[in-house]
């Protein structure tokens, strides 16, 4: 069964940096398509990053140039990599898989994914 746990969110002031990890098993960790996605209050929930299985990347336009996602094929997680946070990108930031062909973009919508992590929690206030 595929799974999917995140970890490393918390409370970290404006202008600070996070990293956020997936561990995924189950399935065949580069043969998928992976993607971060957050929910706020409030708000829709949005594609934040993502990387197919040859590992091009895209990114929401909020977050070019402040996160960067990234995949370790050998130990089988995900990462997202956070600076210059923001109060606005407080949300509970979820990870999502798919099995991917290798000619296919990333994916940023959330009806691509048919596997999801529970969440991990970042707040960013002073």
């Known amino acids: 069964e595929v799974q999917l746990v995140e970890s490393g969110g918390g409370l970290v002031q404006p202008g600070g940096s996070l990293r956020l990890s997936c561990a995924a098993s189950g399935f065949t960790f580069s043969s998928y398509c992976m993607g971060w996605f957050r929910q706020a209050p409030g708000k829709e929930r949005e594609g934040v990053a993502a990387?197919?299985?040859?590992?091009?990347?895209t990114y929401g336009d909020s977050v070019k140039g402040r996160f960067t996602i990234s995949k370790d094929n050998v130990k089988n997680t995900l990462y997202l990599q956070m600076n210059s946070l923001k109060p606005e990108d407080t949300a509970l930031y979820i990870c999502?898989?798919?099995?991917?062909?290798?000619?296919?973009?990333?994916?940023?919508?959330?009806?691509?994914?048919?596997?999801w992590g529970q969440g991990t929690q970042v707040t960013v206030s002073s």
């Open positions: 999502a898989a798919t099995y991917c062909r290798i000619d296919w973009r990333p994916l940023m919508r959330q009806n691509q994914y048919d596997n």
């Open positions: 990387v197919n299985s040859h590992g091009s990347t």
